[in-house]
C-alpha cells in the first residue's frame, strides 16, 4: 500500500509560516488510500469496472468556491490515478438562477486549476430523456400529478415521528396523469398549480422517499434550451439519472446528499438503467470565511465585496486574482484528504502550501509601501549605479537584474527608530544597515516637520562596502530594502486579510455579515516599486523583499496605473495576532 506521511503536520498542528527555506514541510513517499480510492480499488480488482468514470456537476448559478475545489481535485484526481475520465456536468435545472457567466466562470476554474475534462455535458442535453422517465414512471403506477399547493404538500408528509399520508390526487387514473403531464409540458396550467411526484412511501422514516417532487412548472428562460420547456425536473430526480445516462460508475457528493441516495437508488431501480452508485465525503469547512453559494451572493449583491472574484472571496477566481497558485491548491486539497465526518480546516494551511509554492518560484522585487526618504550625504551628486540582485535564490536558472542605485532612496519608515532598542539592527543614529544588494550605510541624524514627524534620515555609505565586493571589514546585522527615489515607479498595493473577524461566522447568533472583518482590505495608493516591476504580467508573482507576496490585479491594474495584491503575508501574523 501507497503512504505518504506528513511529519510537520501532525493531529491539528498547524505550519508555522515561513519567508525562506524555514520550516519546510517533510513527507516521506507513503500516502495511504482514502476510502474511495479503496472501494475503486476493490471494484477494479474484483471486474465490477473495467474503468472509472467520475463527473463534476455543479450547478452554474454562482461561482465556484474553495470546496469546490476539493470536490475537483477528487473527482479528476481518481480519474488521473485510475486511468478513468471525468465528465463536466452542469446541473443546469432551475432556468431563474443559472446563467452562462457562471458556466464561463466554472470551466475556466476548472483549467486554471490544471484538470480537462473528457465531456462537457449539461443536465439540460437529457431533458428529452428525463421526460421519458417520468412518463414511464407514469406508466408503471410510480408517479402521479398533484393539484395541492407547496404548503399543503408539506403538511401531508408527516413529520419525522409521524407518517404522511396521501390526498386524493394521489388516486388518478395512468391515463389521467399522463394527459395532465403532457399538458403541463405544452404550457396549460400556471406556475405553482400543479407538480409531479414520485409514488414512493409516505410512511418511509426518510422524510425524502415521501413522495418526493419530480417535476415542477416553471415558465422561464432557460441559458441552453431558451423557452422549448416550462416545465424541469428536480435536482434529486435529474442528477442520478444524468449519472445513469452517462454511465458514472462513481458518483461522488458531500455529506448532505446521504438521504437523498435512498431516492436515487430507487429511481434506477424502477427505470432499470445503469446502476451507478453514489459515495459521500464530507464537505470542506474553512475557517474566517462561509461556503454557501446564498451567502457569497449576499456578500456581493449588498456591496460588501467588490465582486465574486473580490480577493477576499472564497471564490476559485478570487483566490487567482489574490495570486494563489493552481499547485498550492491542489497540494492544500491532497493534504486535507478526504473523510467521512465533517470539520472545520484552518484557513492558515492553506496560507502554508501557497508560501511553500510561491517561495520556489516567485520573482524577488523590492517595493516600499511607507516611504521615507534617505539622503546618503558623501554619495556622488548625480551618480547613478546599476546593482545587480537575484530574481529569486530558489531558482538560480532566473539569474538577476539590474536595479538603480541613487543618493536618494525610499526606505519604509517602519525601518527607522529615532532611539533604539537594544534589538534594534535596522537605522537609527549612529546603527549601521546594510541596503539590499548595495552598500552599508550608517545613519548620521534626521530632519522633522514642523509636527515633529520625522520626513528624512541622513546617512553615509561605505564605498567599500558593495554587494559581491565588500572589502570594508564592516559588519551589519540588518539588512532593508530601498528604491532609488529617481527611479521610483509609484504603484497602489491592496493588502488584504480575513474576510471575517471570527472563526466560523456562520456559527454565530445574529446575521453572519456583522462578523465582516472592516480592515480585511487596506489600499496603499502612494507605493514605490523599482522599475523592473513594470513589466509584471496579469498572473506573474512576487515577492516583495520583507513584505509578502504580490500579484498584478487582474481587474484594476492598467499601463498608467499598476495595482498590485498581497496573496499572503510572509510568515502567518494572524496566528500570532490571535492568541494576544
Known amino acids: 500500500m501507497y503512504k505518504k506521511k506528513y511529519h510537520s503536520l501532525q493531529g491539528n498542528e498547524m505550519p508555522k509560516g515561513n519567508g525562506g527555506n524555514k520550516n519546510k514541510q517533510h513527507m516521506s513517499e507513503e500516502k495511504s488510500l482514502n476510502f474511495i480510492e479503496e472501494i475503486i480499488e476493490t471494484d477494479l480488482a474484483a471486474g465490477k469496472h473495467k474503468s472509472i468514470l467520475t463527473r463534476f456537476p455543479p450547478e452554474p448559478n454562482g461561482y465556484l468556491h474553495i470546496g469546490h475545489a476539493k470536490s475537483i481535485c477528487l473527482n479528476f484526481g481518481l480519474a488521473q490515478k485510475y486511468g478513468g475520465a471525468t465528465n463536466l456536468r452542469f446541473d443546469d435545472t432551475n432556468p431563474v438562477t443559472e446563467d452562462t457567466e457562471y458556466v464561463d466562470s466554472i470551466k475556466g476554474d476548472v483549467q486554471w486549476l490544471g484538470f480537462q475534462w473528457a465531456n462537457e455535458f449539461y443536465a439540460s442535453d437529457y431533458f428529452e430523456q428525463l421526460y421519458a422517465f417520468a412518463v414511464k414512471l407514469i406508466e408503471k403506477g410510480l408517479a402521479y400529478v398533484d393539484d395541492s399547493t407547496s404548503e399543503e404538500i408539506a403538511a401531508q408528509k408527516g413529520t419525522p415521528t409521524q407518517p404522511g399520508v396521501r390526498n386524493q390526487y394521489a388516486e388518478r387514473s395512468v391515463a389521467e396523469n399522463l394527459q395532465i403531464f403532457t399538458d403541463m409540458r405544452s404550457g396549460k396550467?400556471?406556475?405553482?398549480?400543479?407538480?409531479?411526484?414520485?409514488?414512493?412511501?409516505?410512511?418511509?422514516?426518510?422524510?425524502?422517499?415521501?413522495?418526493?417532487?419530480?417535476?415542477?412548472?416553471?415558465?422561464?428562460?432557460?441559458?441552453?434550451?431558451?423557452?422549448?420547456?416550462c416545465i424541469y425536473p428536480m435536482y434529486d430526480f435529474a442528477h442520478g439519472q444524468s449519472d445513469s445516462i452517462e454511465g458514472i460508475t462513481h458518483s461522488i457528493c458531500t455529506l448532505e446528499f446521504i438521504p437523498h441516495r435512498a431516492l436515487y437508488d430507487w429511481l434506477i431501480e424502477q427505470l432499470e438503467i445503469f446502476p451507478s452508485h453514489q459515495y459521500e465525503f464530507a464537505r470542506l469547512n474553512m475557517t474566517y470565511t462561509v461556503m454557501s453559494k446564498r451567502k457569497l451572493l449576499q456578500l456581493v449583491n449588498e456591496g460588501h465585496v467588490e465582486s465574486w472574484d473580490d480577493p477576499r472571496m472564497p471564490t476559485i477566481s478570487g483566490m487567482r486574482r489574490r495570486g494563489y497558485t493552481p499547485k498550492s491548491i491542489r497540494d492544500f486539497c491532497d493534504r486535507i484528504g478526504v473523510a467521512k465526518r465533517e470539520n472545520l480546516i484552518d484557513l492558515s494551511l492553506l496560507e502554508f502550501f501557497v508560501r511553500e509554492d510561491l517561495n520556489k518560484t516567485a520573482l524577488r522585487r523590492m517595493a516600499v509601501l511607507d516611504p521615507l526618504a534617505l539622503e546618503i550625504t558623501n554619495y556622488p551628486a548625480g551618480q547613478v549605479e546599476m546593482m545587480q540582485s537575484e530574481n529569486n535564490p530558489e531558482m538560480p536558472e532566473t539569474g538577476e537584474r539590474e536595479i538603480p542605485f541613487s543618493g536618494t532612496l525610499w526606505i519604509e519608515r517602519e525601518d527607522f527608530m529615532e532611539e533604539a532598542s537594544k534589538k534594534w539592527f535596522r537605522l537609527a543614529p549612529g546603527a549601521v544597515v546594510r541596503l539590499k544588494s548595495a552598500y552599508i550605510v550608517r545613519c548620521t541624524g534626521f530632519e522633522k516637520d514642523a509636527d515633529g514627524r520625522v520626513t528624512k534620515v541622513l546617512a553615509e555609505y561605505i564605498p567599500e562596502s558593495r554587494s559581491g565586493s565588500d572589502t570594508s571589514g564592516v559588519h551589519a546585522k540588518g539588512t532593508i530594502h530601498w528604491i532609488s527615489a529617481a527611479h521610483a515607479v509609484q504603484a497602489e498595493v491592496r493588502l488584504y486579510d480575513r474576510l471575517f473577524k471570527v472563526e466560523n461566522p456562520s456559527a454565530e447568533e445574529?446575521?453572519?455579515?456583522?462578523?465582516?472583518?472592516?480592515?480585511?482590505?487596506?489600499?496603499?495608493?502612494?507605493?514605490?516599486?523599482?522599475?523592473?516591476?513594470?513589466?509584471?504580467?496579469?498572473?506573474?508573482?512576487?515577492?516583495?523583499?520583507?513584505?509578502?507576496?504580490?500579484?498584478?490585479?487582474?481587474?484594476?491594474?492598467?499601463?498608467?496605473?499598476?495595482?498590485?495584491?498581497?496573496?499572503?503575508?510572509?510568515?502567518?501574523?494572524?496566528?500570532r495576532e490571535a492568541k494576544k
Open 510 to 575: 445574529g446575521d453572519f455579515k456583522s462578523y465582516i472583518n472592516p480592515d480585511s482590505l487596506q489600499v496603499i495608493e502612494h507605493a514605490y516599486i523599482e522599475p523592473a516591476l513594470t513589466a509584471a504580467q496579469v498572473g506573474d508573482h512576487f515577492q516583495f523583499i520583507r513584505k509578502g507576496y504580490f500579484t498584478l490585479d487582474a481587474v484594476h491594474s492598467n499601463a498608467s496605473k499598476l495595482v498590485f495584491n498581497r496573496t499572503v503575508t510572509l510568515k502567518d501574523t494572524w496566528a
Open 189 to 229: 396550467y400556471a406556475d405553482g398549480s400543479k407538480v409531479l411526484r414520485a409514488k414512493v412511501d409516505m410512511a418511509s422514516p426518510n422524510m425524502l422517499l415521501r413522495d418526493p417532487i419530480i417535476y415542477r412548472i416553471k415558465h422561464a428562460h432557460h441559458h441552453r434550451t431558451g423557452d422549448a420547456w
